[in-house]
């Protein structure tokens, strides 16, 4: 995907990865009812179990996250080393999975202009096996700081690399975020993200005030530090043009300056046949244009995306290339929590990111995804 974005968005992708530490979900209810009778929420493996039997929580599940953390990071680390992620080695673009003749025609050139980019390179030794950029990435994991004894164990006074002091920093992740539930001006989570100097994300939706957000950013960050905050809006298909440039308008008037990132999942989930939750694929992509096209009328600039997505072929979103149906969820619905684009709907939105870019140099005028 980031390879995708890369040579579509003419600009260096970041990539961070919800990993390592996202086994706690935030809930509106401390219960639900099943089967006629009222039992505990699911609140994530690091709290309860997903059997409605196992919902007592269990402290040492807190010890069984920590593992997995380390597991999954040391994963990481050896694909990494291994030359997983290294432009040397051949890509297969397997681009079966599109149903649309056109638009398999419009990733394909996509696709032939990239390898093509690549064979020069490799041609005049721009690619040499000596330039690091080609032959590995940087990745970062975050999660959203929910349970803050897990945090707190995990904050340690270390060296800052620009104030050569000592500082608190969360060394459970790079990157943390405080959640729509969670984001009370004087809460617990405020008070503990405004004390680490790891960057920090803001969910941002319908119900949160511009006034009340600039107080939340004061507090956060009251040096007002170029990018140390991430505002990630979540409004939901039919809303972004109804909220988000009043936000915009109050983080300009305040003089922070945030990276904006647009979410386009948690807005739109929805529930299909028998109850199961899904979410759109024409949705999704909704959203992100319209964030897009709000962006560009308030002289502001979307500077990321956040998806849910896996790279197996589970079937939980509907839509996309695949022309998934909601008859189709139930072929490999996998999750516990949300539901996810797969490896081929995550596709899908790369090229559309990517083609977005690629006629807005053309044209200079505003796209559609």
């Known amino acids: 995907m980031s390879l995708v974005l890369t040579w579509g968005a003419r600009t260096s992708v970041v990539r961070i990865a919800r990993m390592a530490g996202q086994y706690a979900k935030p809930r509106s209810k401390p219960t639900e009812m099943h089967e006629g009778k009222e039992i505990l929420s ?11 039997n196992d919902r007592q929580a269990d402290p040492e599940r807190l010890l069984g996250a920590y593992f997995h953390s380390a597991a999954t990071l040391n994963y990481v680390r050896t694909l990494l080393d291994s030359g997983f992620a290294d432009l040397h080695s051949p890509s297969n673009w ?41 032959q590995s ?27 050569k002091q000592k500082e608190w920093y969360n060394t459970g992740a790079h990157f943390l975020w405080i959640g729509d539930r969670t984001r009370q001006p004087d809460g617990a989570h405020i008070e503990y993200i405004r004390g680490i100097q790891n960057p920090v994300g803001l969910k941002v939706g319908p119900t949160t005030d511009p006034d009340g957000l600039v107080a939340i950013l004061n507090r956060i960050n009251p040096k007002k530090e ?23 308008a109050a983080v300009r008037k305040s003089g ?27 949705d999704i992509i909704a959203e992100l244009s319209q964030t897009f096209r709000v962006h560009k009328d308030c002289d502001s600039k979307l500077n990321g995306v956040h998806f849910e997505l896996t790279g197996d072929s ?13 008859t189709d969820l139930s072929t490999n619905y996998q999750t516990y929590c949300d539901p996810r684009l797969n490896y081929e709907q995550s596709l899908d939105v790369a090229f559309l990111i990517a083609k977005y870019y690629q006629k807005e140099r053309k044209n200079k005028v505003f796209p559609s995804l």
């Open 42 to 52: 699911y609140r994530g493996d690091n709290v309860n179990g997903f059997d409605p």
């Open 94 to 134: 397997n681009l079966d999975h599109v149903r649309s003749d056109d638009v398999r025609r419009e990733y394909q050139d996509v696709v032939s202009h990239l390898t093509d980019s690549l064979d020069f390179m490799r041609v005049v030794d721009a690619s040499s096996t000596t330039n690091a950029a080609l």
């Open 137 to 163: 990435v940087d990745f970062f994991v975050s999660h959203e700081s929910l349970l803050l004894d897990y945090e707190a164990s995990l904050t340690r006074k270390l060296l800052s690399p620009s104030t």
């Open 226 to 248: 170029i990018g140390k905050v991430t505002l990630i809006t979540r409004f939901g298909a039919d809303s972004v043009e109804k909220y988000l440039p009043a936000h915009i």
């Open 256 to 282: 922070h300056i945030p990276v904006w990132v647009c979410d386009p999942m948690h807005g739109n989930t929805k529930s299909a046949t028998g109850g199961i939750k899904t979410r759109h694929f024409v």
């Open 314 to 326: 589970v079937t939980e979103c509907v839509g996309g290339s695949m022309d998934l149906k909601d």
